[in-house]
């Protein structure tokens, strides 16, 4: 397990802040959650004297940030619990046959499969290999659903986010793409946003071209 030291502070504008020192960390970096608030990560050596000077550096673009998330949540349509419940039918209906079948093109098992509805996270894997997905997925485009399932299957190899993680995720998605792109069955609106993705990628100078570009895509969409 890796070593980790918290400390928290308020801040009167910001409210809680926490410090969070990590050996896995390499440097500074600043997290900014509509729900678990502002954290700020830095390596286990590393006075907390640093990260507090790095977050006073950052503390105009964390407000503007904390301010454009409160935005997003009031302009965001609560649905009501017979829509979450289609939503439910929906995502069991077709997640797990997708999830089965992206498994067996790309050489993954997985253990089980279980639909949850939650505010955190759009999918997770743990190591024993039961992967949960959102209900929220269902309400992205294609190629973002399928993204996600990916990203959960990759991780049965890597429970990490390190670079094994990274190349081979970028290399399913790759494949994957092509793949979408010859699929003369995918709608008009799926296929622009494939398209879409292929160009922003191709120019991209990120480490990770498509894993980077399909994010930015996927932030666009709130869970509900």
Not at 157 to 174: K, S
């Amino acid at each position: 397990m890796a070593k980790t030291s918290e400390k928290i502070i308020n801040d009167p504008q910001i409210g809680p802040l926490t410090f969070r020192k990590s050996v896995r960390s390499r440097g500074i970096s600043i997290r900014v959650h509509p729900i678990k608030g502002v954290s700020v990560t830095l390596p286990y050596i590393m006075p907390y004297a640093a990260a507090q000077a790095f977050f006073l550096l950052k503390r105009e673009w964390i407000l503007a940030t904390m301010a454009r998330q409160k935005e997003k949540a009031r302009n965001t349509v609560v649905p009501s619990a017979a829509e979450i419940e289609s939503l439910r039918r929906q995502a069991k209906a077709e997640l797990p046959p997708r999830l089965s079948a992206l498994a067996a093109r790309y050489g993954f098992t997985y253990n089980r499969v279980t639909i949850k509805h939650n505010a955190t996270n759009w999918g997770s894997c743990s190591s024993k290999g039961n992967i949960n997905l959102n209900l929220n997925i269902v309400r992205l485009p294609r190629l973002l659903q399928d993204y996600v399932l990916l990203h959960e299957l990759c991780h049965l190899r890597h429970q990490d986010h390190g670079h094994g993680f990274h190349l081979l995720l970028e290399h399913v998605l790759t494949d994957h793409l092509m793949r979408l792109i010859d699929d003369v069955g995918l709608s008009e609106a799926d296929r622009a946003i494939v398209m879409d993705v292929a160009r922003k990628s191709a120019v991209s100078k990120a480490r990770y071209p498509l894993d980077h570009t399909i994010t930015r895509f996927v932030k666009k969409y709130s869970l509900v």
